[in-house]
């Protein structure tokens, strides 16, 4: 009976002893999980709205995250593409702009002689597609050139916006 | 920008040697890193001699895709107009790899026939481009060996396969193109860093055995022979290794392709030039650029030729070479 009753002290503690150290651990990895991020972008899980002060729902907090990954991630594999029709003749975005370089998206919108007008980032972007790439744009705001400017821009992080300058 | 621009007008119009490259007081002024392992101490004369001034040609990085790029064509066919119009005609041309972009023999068939009308003889080296679609079968075919040397001039001549990488595609399972693809995109990190590797350090210590001293040496590779920017593959692994196997000969001249922009270094006894590129521009990396080194103003986008061109070199008295820049921004089509 004693043994018993040790016995299921024993296997008690043994099961409290584990869940006190796993379950911190698996709600640790499914945070991580959740707030795992591509360098340089926000880690938090609570925000509040910005004008507000309203704490945000967390829901939306990551569903924006994991959106804004996916677009990032989109625009990176078109950025190095030389197959889609955004690239007539095998030139891909990448390789004037390794990493985004020198497109200095801070500067937009601002005058460009090739367009003739004041244009837009995405503008800029599909001049580049039509001439360099040779290539065949995407729609002003679609998902593909949003993806494009979003991983322009992630890629630019910390830049000042300096609208209409010559970049440094 | 003016001092750039002011660094840059004195680049291309200005013989750029070893000897006046330290009377350039603005490269002081434009250098965006002061890291690195570089000395300054190249002033001192050099007992090293050719036998006769001499003027080679060199062009880099075409990256011709056939056809579909008609762009890439213009610009390696004024290459070949411009330099057929020398006289005298320079004493040979090295092409500095990358001729093609995807590593085909169709595309190096297109290759050959911009560049058959070329009156002097062309030499050639190996980039990343032309070797990883089949491992060399394609190159060894349209350009012959990717490592040799020769004497000419009282100049001891050095062209190396500097593009090997490390087995990054068989425990992938990774196709013919997948593995070009890795090996060809410039910021990828799948391939790793470019190796002279070590059968070819072997070659070279071999090579250098026969040769004095007091010998000039010009050294041609597609990657640059020392540490600028890892995460572009600027980048040559055991460049160290060929430093040391280079200690005290008086004279040694390294001209590389690959970054596509001006660069200038020097590591010990060594200079370190680039070429410019045939095929588009690469901008500067944001850390690594050795310091002294100049910079290229950005190319405009607008422009088919902007930041690209090629180089006819002067090798002077005593084995120096000065890079005589042809950058096409400077000049009216």
Known sequence: MNKKITRGRVLFLAVAGAAVILVPMLVNAQRQDDTQTLPGLAHEVQRKHAQSGEILDRESVMKGNRELQVMITLGDQLWHSRDLPMSGNGQACNMCHADGSVTHPETYPKYKPQIGKVATVQEMMGWCISIPNQGKPFALGSKEMNALEAYMNWNNKGQVMEIGTMPQ | MDEKQDALDRLMTAELSRRNFLKMSAFAGIAASVGGVVTLDFLSPSSAQAAKPFNFALMADHHTMGPKNNYMKLRCERAVE????????????????????????????????????????????????????????????????????????????????????????????????????????????????????????????????????????????????????????????????????????????????HVHHIVKNRIGNINFDSSLSLGWPHPYPTSGLPAGSPQMPRANPANIYGGLGWELNRVGEDGGVDMRYHEWSREKV
């Open chain 2, 82 to 257: 411009e330099m057929n119009k020398l006289n005298p005609q320079p004493d040979f041309l090295m092409s500095l790899g990358d001729h093609v972009h995807d590593g085909s023999d169709e595309q190096m068939k297109f290759f050959d026939e911009i560049f058959a009308p070329v009156k002097t003889k062309i030499k050639y080296i190996t980039g990343e481009h032309d070797w990883y679609l089949d491992m060399g079968e394609s190159y060894h075919k349209h350009f012959g060996e990717t490592t040799y040397s020769w004497d000419q001039h009282g100049v001891h001549f050095i062209a190396m396969n500097t593009v090997h990488l490390r087995d990054f595609w068989t425990a992938r399972g990774l196709t013919a193109e997948e593995r070009m693809g890795y090996a060809g995109t410039l910021n990828s990190p799948v391939g790793g860093p470019f190796h002279v590797g070590e059968k070819q350090l072997g070659w070279l210590r071999d090579d250098l055995k026969k040769v004095k001293k007091s010998t000039p040496i010009i050294i041609f590779s597609h990657s640059p022979l020392y540490y600028y920017y890892k995460p572009w593959n600027f980048w040559t692994e055991d460049a160290p290794e060929v430093h040391l196997l280079l200690e005290g000969y008086e004279q040694v001249q390294v001209i590389h392709g």
